[in-house]
Structure formats: C-alpha cells, structure tokens
C-alpha cells in the first residue's frame, strides 16, 4: 500500500521525572533492547539532577517545568515520527505492540488518535473495552480513555493544533481529566477517532485512580465537565456520583461533600478562563 506507516514511523513519548539513569527502560521492555526503539524522554527534574541518552534513538528533554500535560507537550513538540505513543515509565510494552499500532493505522487512514487495550498490574483488562474495532466513540467511551492507551498522529493533530490543557493533569491545578480534554478537542474538530480491540501495554504501577480523596476528585470533575460541557455540567457530576455509588465506589454520606468540591472545581476553572488575557 502506498504511503503506508511502518515500524520505523512509531516513537514512543515518555513522561518520567528525578531520572538520572536509563535503567528503569528495561523493565518496560523485557522482549528487547529498549534502545531498538524511537523514544523522546521528557523528564521534569532539579537542576543537579540530569538523565542522559548516548543513543541515537532516544531523546532527552530535562526539564525544570512541572506538570504532566507539560511533559506531555513538551514530547510532542520534539518529537520526530508521525506515531507517537503517549507513555509512563510505569508501563511494560507487549512484544508485538508497534506492528499493532502500525497496522491499525494503516487500516484506518487520516486517523488522528487510536486507542488500544491496556492491563493493570494482576494482568487483568483495565476496564470493558469494545470487542470490535468502533469509530466515533461514545461520550461515555471518551470520558475513560487513558492516556497509556492513545497513540496519535502528530501531522494530524498539528494540523488541528490540538495539545494537553496544561490546567489539568498531575502536577497541575486539576490533578485529572486531560485525556478526556484532548480527545473533546479532536473530537470537536470532526478529527477521526478509532477505538482499537488489541492490547499493547501492561501497566505495572497499582491502580490509584480510585484512592484519590473525594473533595480532590469532584474539584476535578467539577472544572473538567465545566470545561467539556458548559452549563450542563452539574448534570454530568450528578451521573458521575451515581455511577460510583451503583458500584460500591463512593457511599451515600459523601455526596454532599462531592457536590462542594465539584461546584468550587467549577467556579474555579470559568472564573480563571474568564480571566485569560
């Protein structure tokens, strides 16, 4: 096929910090040398504190900055491939992952972003992925996207001059929700979105998703569905708690709590937008 990707099109985008060696990169590939393979490395440090490549494949970015969609960015920004994987340093690639990718790709032309399956650390499916290749996801689907899960085309989203909001994610102001934002903006832009049934990584780190402190999680919610659906927010966060109390995820006791925090999320995020210059 003419034009079609190949392995050497993929690059893997790896947010880390307070590195100073490449040694954690073995575990991630435990198939290979991690050196076989295109890698720009953002790691946000100290001054005194510097992580160096001497391979041609890897890039390195020291950075004094913090914030995950930072990183984030900073590695797109540098990047040098058109397929780039969004990753931690916490991940354990499979040993097919960039055929996958290449393929998925190749099958789905002007795709900007492809999603693929991910386990945790006890080897089981993160969450219910679709059992088919599905385009157009849900706003359901979208909502749960993970950013160890996403692979893009950066032509594609250059061209849409789509990045993280750097408000969101850890280290930032809201500590969540920056997938969720980057694929609201693709999708606002009618850019083409594949949800794939395959599984690339194994993420190696315990799930903490789900011990984050209540107030800290609904101030997020509040200002991430603030951002994604205007004055229909409350609606969403009202869904969200509902959702979480079916499945044993947050008690009733708590609801009051959650709705201060997401309605001070909210007033937060418009009242900063409103401010902007």
């Given amino acids: 096929m003419g034009g079609a990707f190949k392995k050497s099109d993929v690059e893997i985008l790896l947010s880390t910090m307070n590195r100073d060696n490449l040694d954690f990169l073995e575990l991630m590939f435990p198939f290979a040398q991690f050196s076989d393979y295109k890698m720009v490395i953002v790691n946000q ?41 969004i990753c931690d340093d916490d991940v354990v690639f499979q040993n097919n992952f960039d055929e996958l990718v290449v393929s998925a790709f190749n099958e789905n032309p002007g795709t900007a972003l492809i999603t693929f399956r991910a386990e945790n650390a006890e080897g089981n499916l993160y969450k219910k992925y679709p059992e088919e290749r599905s385009t157009n996801p849900s706003v359901i689907d979208r909502l749960s996207v993970m950013s160890i899960e996403m692979v893009v085309d950066r032509k594609v989203i250059d061209k849409h001059k789509i990045r993280f909001n750097e408000r969101f994610g850890l280290g930032a102001q809201f500590c969540m929700g920056e997938e969720a934002l980057f694929i609201d903006a693709l999708y606002r832009k009618k850019a083409k979105i594949v949800m794939e049934p395959k599984l690339i990584v194994k993420h190696a780190a315990t799930d903490t998703h789900n011990a984050v402190p209540v107030d800290i999680k609904y101030y997020v919610q509040g200002a991430m569905f603030s951002a994604l659906f205007g004055k229909g927010w409350v609606f969403w966060v009202l869904l969200k708690i509902a959702s979480e109390i079916k499945n044993k995820k947050m008690n009733k006791g708590s609801i009051a709590k959650a709705l201060k925090a997401a309605l001070k999320g909210s007033k937060d995020y418009i009242k900063d937008e409103q401010n902007k210059p």
């Fill in 45 to 85: 440090t100290t001054p005194d504190r510097e992580l160096i490549s001497q391979y041609e494949n890897i890039t390195v970015i020291n950075s004094l900055e913090r914030g995950l969609s930072k990183s984030r960015n900073m590695a797109l920004q540098n990047a040098k491939s058109r397929l780039c994987i």
